[in-house]
């Protein structure tokens, strides 16, 4: 197993860990919007509140969970090793820098990208995933079934507008570490070639603003509904 730890450990092998637990945290994403879309379903939150104990109760979106969990943490202990690997490797900085035309912004700040994303993160999971998980929360009953009531916590939390802000706020910064890392996660895997490469460009462009902008519509939208 030797070369299995080299390989993991060696540069290539950190950027591909990136890369494919980068790609599966999207198509996380993709699945965790398209679910939170029913709060604007003007129900009451049925269907919100149903969907919420599906998801926290069957066995195959269980064991996606578990991946996810695994995902989040490798893509983060990762990306932190990669970036010490990559300052050690260069201890004195370039005397003349060029950043700003030599690459985007959103690809010279994914560190500082990645460390916002994971305060936001740790806020949204103690405000709400926590709490559907292990708090005490009211409960509604549909066709003679209890379900936890995690639409009337989603609206409470945000009738705060700091909580609001913050969540807005973070979802541009998700946009852009999006924008970068989706077209990486495909060169690093080497599926980038002259015919298919600006498709996969152009997607991943689309990809990090209608995800994160869909996002930010919930807070926004719940918020200024309660008045």
Do not use: C
């Not at 637990?21 to 919100?48: E, P, Y």
């Not at 916590?153 to 852009?176: D, R, T």
Request: net charge positive; glycine share 8%; no cysteine.
């Amino acid at each position: 197993m030797t070369w299995v730890t080299k390989t993991l450990n060696s540069t290539l092998g950190r950027k591909l860990i990136m890369a494919l637990t980068g790609l599966f945290l999207i198509l996380f994403l993709t699945g965790h919007v398209s679910g939170n879309l029913l709060l604007f379903k003007g129900d009451g939150g049925q269907a919100f509140n149903m969907y919420a104990k599906f998801m926290t109760t069957n066995p195959a979106v269980k064991l996606l969970s578990y991946l996810t969990y695994i995902s989040v943490i490798g893509h983060i202990i990762y990306s932190i090793s990669l970036s010490l690997y990559n300052k050690s490797a260069r201890p004195v900085a370039y005397s003349t820098s060029k950043g700003s035309t030599n690459s985007a912004w959103s690809s010279r700040n994914m560190g500082v990208l990645g460390t916002i994303i994971l305060i936001f993160l740790v806020v949204h999971l103690q405000g709400f995933w926590a709490k559907m998980h292990w708090g005490e929360m009211p409960t509604v009953t549909y066709d003679g079934e209890v379900y936890k009531d995690l639409f009337l916590i989603v609206n409470e939390a945000f009738k705060q507008g700091w909580l609001v802000a913050l969540y807005v706020l973070s979802m541009i910064f998700l946009g852009f570490h999006l924008s970068h890392g989706f077209a990486s996660a495909f060169q690093t895997l080497g599926l980038n070639h002259k015919k298919y490469s600006p498709a996969i460009k152009a997607i991943g462009a689309a990809y990090s603003i209608l995800v994160p902008a869909l996002f930010a519509s919930m807070p926004l939208y719940i918020h200024f509904s309660s008045y």
